[in-house]
């Protein structure tokens, strides 16, 4: 498999898995959302809205945009669950984006990520692992949070094998997506 494949395919499983989350999370009320719980951000919304910021961040890396600590400084809290999903969505389909026009050049093209006191350079394909290593880490946590509510936490580690297409085609589906364009030829 080359990583390009391999990438794409990683891009769609955070997405549907942020999907599953956020549909369980619809069913929370307000003050759920918001309610204090043990984890390293002390709530659902400080999770997830942290996941959120630094997506946005590292998204706004690889596109090359401009002003990405202005902007991660700025970024508003998503008010409700509703919010956050309808966001994160949208992030999420943007990393789909990128994943699905990368190459091997653009997997070794160099991201500069502008911090407090100096430029940090990697090059896509690390920038990639770690926002979806930091993605599924909290991500596991808001899971885990979520086991304290009323809600069940959604199962989320169905999405990185073809031969599991059955656990979820609802979230293919759901999402408009269609699973050989996701895995591939063969798939």
């Known amino acids: 498999m080359d990583l390009s494949l391999y990438l794409r395919i990683q891009a769609h499983a955070n997405a549907l898995s942020n999907h599953r989350l956020g549909r369980a999370l619809l069913q929370l009320d307000a003050a759920a959302w918001q309610a204090p719980r043990t984890s390293f951000f002390p709530s659902l919304a400080q999770t997830l809205n942290h996941i ?39 992030s999420d389909l943007r990393l789909v984006a990128f994943c699905a026009a990368l190459d091997a050049a653009a997997i070794d093209a160099w991201v500069e990520m502008p911090r407090s006191d100096h430029v940090q350079h990697d090059r896509a394909g690390h920038v990639l692992a770690h926002l979806f290593n930091h993605q599924t880490h909290h991500r596991g946590q808001a899971h885990a949070m979520m086991a304290g509510t009323s809600v069940a936490p959604p199962q989320l580690d169905e999405f990185m094998m073809p031969s599991e ?15 050989a364009a996701v895995y591939g030829p063969g798939a």
Do not use: K, M, N, T
Request: some cysteine; charged content about 30%; hydrophobic content about 45%.
């Open 165 to 179: 297409a059955h656990l979820r085609r609802a979230d293919i589906q759901a999402l408009g997506w269609d699973e």
């Open 52 to 90: 959120l910021a630094v997506d946005l961040y590292y998204i706004g890396a690889l596109y090359r945009e401009p002003r990405l600590r202005e902007c991660y400084a700025a970024f508003q809290p998503c008010a409700s669950a509703a919010e956050w999903l309808r966001r994160q969505r949208e």
